[in-house]
């Protein structure tokens, strides 16, 4: 198998992030594992940075649409240099490259280097920091994507959940130019002000006690027909019974950690719907090329519209702490892990 000459002295040994169970962050461990080397096709990164996502807390407890063969590296999204490169055109041409990157079928971002495909990866443009960069995949595909479908099936009005995440601040942003017209749901009255700065109009509050009756008359008015649901459980159900008949539900997260629950007289009686979103399988469909272009249309007219608030970097070492941290405060921003803590 031939490699491409590595640009950086490559060690024989790397710090990572080892799952070694699906039990959550108690079976997560750091460990020292051989530095991978990439093969046709694949680049190796050195990480700069990755960040901590509802996704990747669905995988450490084994409840994501994909398990590994375990002990296994997590983390789905994150940044770094390509310092060495298998055989392929894109390969080579990635190599010495800052790239945002995306995990493969192996292990993922959280350790000083991973392997992946070279399609997998988006060269970073000079302005773009390497913390920028290592979010520049999940988010803002998933918020390009969704946008894409409300507009495609002609809906002028779109509900959607968790509006103060990094997701839905994307999707506040993104909408404005040209629509749809967005209802802001969120879980605590002080993520309010955090949507208006941001330009929102119609912003609900789940934990008041008219919370049903607002959106309900908000959704009439608005002629809301489809939802973005970030947090399944009873919401989804909720959300039906609030839109007019023929309203959609479109599940792409699930912070309660709840089934979701649907009367079904929502079903047979309102012609309600309710389907699911995957990243993973928007991505499958759509051509190299049109990935790639987006990549860059992200960093360049878009990037103020994916920008996200960072509120920590956390070393390896203290992976835990950083997991405690995001996992209990989302709306103030992403955890970055951050292998090499002196940069590159």
């Known amino acids: 198998m031939h490699t491409t000459p590595a640009i950086v002295s490559i060690p024989p040994t790397m710090k990572a992030l080892e799952l070694r169970g699906y039990g959550g962050m108690n079976d997560l461990a750091l460990a020292s594992r051989p530095t991978p080397r990439p093969g046709r096709g694949e680049v190796l990164v050195r990480m700069a940075a990755a960040p901590i996502?509802?996704?990747?807390?669905?995988?450490?407890?084994?409840?994501?649409?994909?398990?590994?063969?375990?002990?296994?590296?997590?983390?789905?999204?994150?940044?770094?240099?390509?310092?060495?490169?298998?055989?392929?055109?894109?390969?080579?041409?990635?190599?010495?490259r800052r790239v945002a990157c995306a995990a493969s079928s192996g292990d993922g971002t959280w350790a000083e280097y991973m392997v992946t495909r070279a399609s997998a990866c988006l060269p970073l443009l000079p302005h773009v920091s390497y913390m920028g960069g290592a979010m520049l995949i999940v988010n803002p595909l998933s918020a390009i994507a969704l946008l894409d479908i409300a507009r495609r099936g002609g809906h002028r009005a779109v509900a959607h959940t968790a509006a103060a995440?990094?997701?839905?601040?994307?999707?506040?942003?993104?909408?404005?130019?040209?629509?749809?017209?967005?209802?802001?749901?969120?879980?605590?009255?002080?993520?309010?002000?955090?949507?208006?700065?941001?330009?929102a109009t119609y912003i609900l509050d789940s934990s008041g006690p008219d919370f049903d009756r607002q959106l309900a008359e908000t959704c009439a008015a608005l002629h809301v027909t489809l939802a973005f649901d970030a947090i399944a459980?009873?919401?989804?159900?909720?959300?039906?019974?609030?839109?007019?008949?023929?309203?959609?539900?479109?599940?792409?997260?699930?912070?309660?950690?709840?089934?979701?629950?649907?009367?079904?007289?929502?079903?047979?009686f309102r012609r309600q719907q309710a389907g699911g979103f995957w990243l993973s399988?928007?991505?499958a469909r759509q051509s190299f090329l049109k990935i790639v272009l987006l990549g860059l249309r992200l960093q360049t007219s878009l990037f103020k519209a994916v920008d996200t608030v960072i509120q920590a970097r956390i070393p390896l070492e203290r992976a835990h702490e950083g997991?405690?941290?995001?996992?209990?405060?989302?709306?103030?921003?992403?955890v970055l892990l951050v292998p090499f803590v002196r940069g590159l």
Do not use: H
């Not at 996502?53 to 940044?79: A, C, M, Q, V, W």
């Not at 017209?181 to 309010?192: D, M, P, W």
């Not at 997991?323 to 992403?334: H, P, T």
């Open 53 to 96: 996502n509802p996704s990747d807390l669905l995988f450490l407890r084994g409840r994501y649409g994909i398990r590994k063969t375990l002990p296994t590296i997590p983390g789905f999204e994150g940044s770094g240099l390509v310092v060495a490169a298998g055989e392929g055109v894109y390969a080579r041409a990635l190599l010495g």
């Open 165 to 199: 995440s990094a997701l839905g601040r994307a999707l506040v942003r993104l909408a404005q130019p040209r629509g749809p017209v967005l209802v802001n749901i969120v879980r605590r009255a002080e993520q309010v002000a955090i949507l208006r700065d941001l330009g």
């Open 233 to 268: 459980g009873e919401m989804t159900g909720r959300l039906l019974r609030a839109m007019p008949p023929g309203g959609r539900v479109l599940v792409y997260g699930a912070l309660s950690e709840e089934a979701c629950q649907i009367d079904p007289s929502e079903f047979i």
């Open 281 to 283: 399988d928007w991505i």
């Open 323 to 334: 997991l405690a941290q995001y996992e209990q405060q989302m709306s103030r921003g992403k």
